[in-house]
């Protein structure tokens, strides 16, 4: 496990409010966090995030009092029609081959299967278009066959980042939002 660094926790612990805005700008480059206080904000860069920080950074920002959760980074076009300039996530699919929500399971990571029914929350004013998010299994590049799987099943956005964040912010109890800017 790669456990989130005190210095980040100790960042945490001093940040007010109900609500942070997390924003994933992926990169070539190792992990580098920074945070603002006012208004609340969690900038993350890097190419691999540790897996187990999409559960540890909710739980924590949980653990202080902090319950809303948006989410922005980039998710993948899959589209014909030129992208929208931005995308709020309504919901995901992950089909993944091996599935994996199988084993035993392992207690000290909590509730092995959590329900996902309404994990997303969205501004019902908002003027951007909602989309299912396709949760691919990497940052590669998606195989024709994924990309029409993808595409059968309704989704236009596809992200390999954006579905643990929701889960890590169901488990923690939280309200979890996604924007998304759509790439080509």
Same mark, same amino acid.
């Given at each position: 496990?790669?456990?989130?660094?005190?210095?980040?926790?100790?960042?945490?612990?001093?940040?007010?409010?109900?609500? !942070?805005?997390?924003?994933?700008?992926?990169?070539?480059?190792?992990?580098?966090? $920074?945070?603002?206080?006012?208004?609340?904000?969690?900038?993350?860069?890097?190419?691999?995030?540790?897996?187990?920080?999409?559960?540890?950074?909710?739980?924590?920002?949980?653990?202080?009092?902090?319950?809303?959760?948006?989410?922005?980074?980039?998710?993948?076009?899959?589209?014909?029609?030129?992208?929208?300039?931005?995308?709020?996530? $309504?919901?995901?699919?992950?089909?993944? !081959?091996?599935?994996?929500?199988?084993?035993?399971?392992?207690?000290?990571?909590?509730?092995?299967f959590i329900d996902m029914r309404?994990?997303?929350t969205f501004d019902a004013n $908002?003027?951007?278009?909602?989309?299912?998010?396709?949760?691919?299994?990497?940052?590669?590049?998606?195989?024709?066959?994924?990309?029409?799987?993808?595409?059968?099943?309704?989704?236009?956005?596809?992200?390999?980042?954006?579905?643990?964040?929701?889960?890590?912010?169901?488990?923690?109890?939280?309200?979890? $939002?996604?924007? !998304?800017?759509?790439?080509?």
């Amino acid at each position: 496990m790669n456990q989130i660094p005190e210095k980040l926790l100790s960042q945490i612990s001093q940040l007010g409010g109900d609500t !942070v805005s997390i924003i994933l700008r992926p990169s070539d480059g190792d992990i580098d966090i $920074s945070l603002s206080h006012d208004p609340p904000v969690i900038e993350i860069s890097g190419r691999e995030i540790p897996e187990d920080w999409y559960i540890s950074i909710p739980q924590s920002l949980s653990n202080k009092g902090i319950q809303n959760i948006k989410l922005s980074g980039p998710a993948k076009w899959l589209g014909d029609d030129p992208a929208p300039r931005e995308a709020v996530i $309504s919901d995901h699919i992950a089909c993944h !081959v091996p599935s994996p929500l199988t084993g035993s399971g392992n207690a000290r990571f909590g509730q092995a299967f959590i329900d996902m029914r309404g994990a997303y929350t969205f501004d019902a004013n $908002s003027s951007s278009d909602r989309y299912i998010l396709w949760h691919t299994v990497s940052d590669g590049e998606m195989g024709d066959e994924e990309r029409a799987i993808a595409r059968s099943a309704g989704c236009l956005l596809a992200s390999h980042i954006i579905a643990p964040w929701a889960i890590g912010a169901r488990a923690a109890g939280s309200t979890f $939002s996604a924007v !998304v800017i759509p790439v080509t």
